[in-house]
């Protein structure tokens, strides 16, 4: 009966902290490190994801630190950010950002992402801002800095 209990025990261990292979990692404000600088990740708004496959995802504090890390990566990479207007996670190809001096992020990447590339117009035209259209234009070196 003991050598059961043990057996369920582990089992609901095992299953209890599997990270979900389809989906954008959990965070968990100020204890998530970010992969690329260290810092706590303490404002989900700015905080953004990526994998690799066949790996864990790496988790990042700033957009910025996101764009840092990715452009060292060899191989495809699955992306999600978090969309400034309710916070939700949005999948990286879908995403449009706002670059602007007027945004404050953890590590001063100056980047936001939003789901509706009607809502970065509207936000990079009220703060000086400028709309990077696509996650490819994010991380070339041109774009996005």
């Known amino acids: 009966m003991k050598r ?9 261990l095992t299953t209890g902290c599997a990270v979900k292979a389809d989906g954008p990692p959990e965070i ?6 970010c992969s690329h600088c260290g810092m706590l990740i303490s404002e989900p708004i ?4 990526y994998r690799s496959a066949g790996t864990a995802p790496r988790v ?10 990715a452009r060292t990566e060899v191989g495809p990479l699955t992306y999600w ?12 190809p879908t995403a449009s950002f706002v670059t602007s ?13 939003y789901r509706n ?5 509207h936000w990079a035209a009220r703060h000086r801002g400028r709309v990077v259209r696509s996650l490819a234009d994010l991380l070339t070196k041109e774009s996005g800095s």
Do not use: K, N, Q, Y
């Open 28 to 33: 968990v404000v100020d204890r998530t490190p």
């Open 46 to 49: 700015h905080a953004a994801a």
């Open 117 to 121: 590339p009607s809502a970065a117009e």
């Open 81 to 92: 950010f978090h969309d400034a207007d309710d916070g939700a996670w949005i999948d990286g």
């Open 101 to 113: 001096p007027d945004i404050r992020t953890p590590m001063g990447g100056g980047l936001i992402a």
């Open 60 to 69: 990042f504090d700033d957009i910025g630190c996101l764009r840092d890390a």
């Open 4 to 12: 059961l209990a043990m057996l369920g025990a582990v089992v609901l």
